[in-house]
């Protein structure tokens, strides 16, 4: 049973990601940007990295801290070690996902455990409310075996990072972000329906295709997203309806706006600058896990 969706939402603007490089020189595509934070409350930052070239790679992400929010990393080709101070670690590979709570703080590496190849994915920032910033950090790995899919009408399968789609729960459900965090694969050549999924209105969405052209088909309108393109929806209707090329895999991404103060300061994201400027001295205090 796939939800029934009678307004669908349009799409609201194109955004094509920016090159930058992070970390000790890793090469990637930022698609949300500082600027659309704001927009796309809860999240805070989307990067997409893709490359068979091991120099835009190999240097990986040494030793960082992180302080008020939460990683999602998404692995579509390679592997990827994290250790972090809380003594975790573990190997990100193919399809796993691997979440993290950063919450009061903590320091972590993420390396990649390959020399040559490709390696693909994503990582997502989700913001934690303001009385969440302080938890206690948390981590999980989650193999791409462990991560449950939802199969639907017109050879669609739905890998369920988060949230729910149809009758399938994901890996991670969270309470006031309500995180929607989905990988539709359309598999029918020519015989490729139609994805609906019902969203609350006032949930801030974004898709995002890493294969193929999808299409937005919204209630009034049809306009597509071409591969590598945010396509940012707008805040209307009942839900999304998605259309992709044969082939296509899209990102689906959405969750309820917290509405509060973003204060950012690389990688610790507080709701003041006194806060930010706690987080730093505490970071500099060794105070971090
Ligand atoms: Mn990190």
């Given at each position: 049973m796939t939800s029934s969706v009678t307004q669908a ?157 149809a ?29 609906s999924h019902a ?39 009942d839900g999304?309806s ?48």
């Open positions: 939402r349009r799409l609201e603007r194109l955004v094509r990601g920016q090159d930058t490089s992070d970390g000790a020189g890793v090469k990637l595509k930022r698609v949300l940007t500082h600027d659309l934070q704001q927009r796309l409350d809860p999240f805070l930052m989307l990067d997409a990295f893709g490359s068979d070239t091991p120099g835009d790679y190999i240097a990986g992400f040494p030793d960082h801290p992180h302080r008020g929010f939460e990683t999602v990393t998404y692995m579509i080709a390679g592997r990827m070690r994290h250790r972090d101070s809380g003594g975790h670690e573990g190997l990100l590979e193919n399809g796993g996902v691997q979440w993290m709570t950063a919450g009061r703080g903590l320091v972590h590496s993420e390396m990649p455990e390959q020399e040559e190849g490709v390696m693909e994915g994503f990582q997502l920032w989700l913001n934690l409310p303001s009385q969440r910033k302080l938890c206690d950090p948390w981590y999980r790995d989650i193999p791409s075996s462990e991560i449950p899919e939802a199969h639907l009408p017109g050879h669609i399968r739905v890998r369920v990072i988060a949230g729910r789609c009758d399938v729960a994901g890996a991670i459900t969270r309470e006031q972000t309500e995180p929607l965090y989905l990988d539709v694969h359309f598999d029918g050549g020519d015989d490729t329906g139609l994805f969203l609350p209105g006032h949930h801030n969405a974004l898709v995002y295709p890493y294969r193929g052209t999808l299409a937005v088909c919204g209630a009034t309108d049809t306009q597509s997203v071409p591969q590598g393109h945010m396509g940012v929806l707008r805040n209307e209707g999304l998605l259309r992709g090329t044969s082939g296509a895999r899209a990102i689906v991404i959405a969750g309820q706006p917290l509405r509060e103060p973003i204060a950012q300061y690389g990688p610790f994201v507080m709701n003041t600058r006194e806060e930010l400027m706690q987080a730093v001295e505490d970071f500099r205090a060794g105070k971090f896990v």
